[in-house]
């Protein structure tokens, strides 16, 4: 059984700049969450996809913005980069919407 | 709206000692609670759910956590503490609905040999 893979493992963008991050959930699962954790802090919940379609959405502006695929996978967007931004994304897929959360292991976006 | 409270940013217990992590959560309904455990740099790795049913739950590792309607806690312990449980640990709580899963700020648990 795959888990959940993120990639890439580590960026570094410039302010003002847009980044694309990646995420391929666990197989079967067809619910997948995106998390920003700020170092010292929990992660903050951004939005989260069940079957291709937005399902909730955290305190985050519309320059955060995602999809999701027929295959599950999913990928996070972030335009017009803040310093503030500056954090680990993780990607966690549930079998359902209140299942655990299967976590990937992160990509670390720093913005300069 | 939905919140967790993990009221303590640390916690040290030696070896071999329980250790308590508190927790305390706000949310409409029924509850969906859940502890995850991260180690550095990596992703949160789930230990146990509450979702129904008896108030004790147990999880892996040996952690179990007690449910407290009346209090809105929802409490991990371990009975025998070991070094290798030093980790950050995240309390969270979703409700029935299920599209929000929501974390508390973490505890960092040091357990001394």
């Known amino acids: 059984e795959t888990g959940v893979t993120q990639s890439p493992t580590h960026l570094i963008k410039t302010r003002g700049q847009q980044v694309t991050l990646r995420c391929s959930s666990q197989?079967?699962?067809?619910?997948v969450s995106w998390y920003q954790q700020a170092l010292g802090q929990g992660p903050q919940f951004i939005f989260q996809?069940?079957?291709?379609?937005?399902?909730g959405r955290g305190n985050f502006p519309p320059r955060f913005s995602g999809l999701q695929f027929p295959n599950y996978s999913s990928e996070l967007n972030v335009n017009a980069l803040e310093l503030d931004d500056s954090a680990l994304y993780l990607c966690?897929?549930?079998?359902?919407?209140?299942?655990?959360?299967?976590f990937g292991n992160g990509t670390r976006l720093t913005v300069t | 709206a939905q919140s967790v409270a993990q009221p303590e940013d640390q916690v040290n217990v030696a070896e071999g000692n329980p250790l308590t992590v508190k927790c305390t959560y706000s949310?409409?309904?029924?509850?969906?609670l859940f502890w995850y455990v991260q180690y550095p740099n990596r992703g949160l790795q789930f230990l146990l759910k509450y979702i129904t049913g008896d108030n004790l739950v147990k999880g892996s590792y040996g952690f179990e956590a007690e449910f407290n309607k009346s209090q809105t806690s929802f409490h991990l312990k371990k009975p025998s503490a070991l070094v290798s449980d030093s980790a950050l640990y995240f309390c969270a709580v979703s409700n029935t609905g299920g599209f929000k899963t929501i974390f508390g700020a973490g505890t960092r648990l040091f357990v001394k040999a």
């Open positions: 197989s079967g699962h067809n619910t």
């Open positions: 966690a897929s549930s079998l359902d919407k209140n299942s655990p959360l299967h």
């Open positions: 949310v409409s309904g029924n509850p969906y």
């Open positions: 996809y069940y079957r291709e379609e937005e399902n």
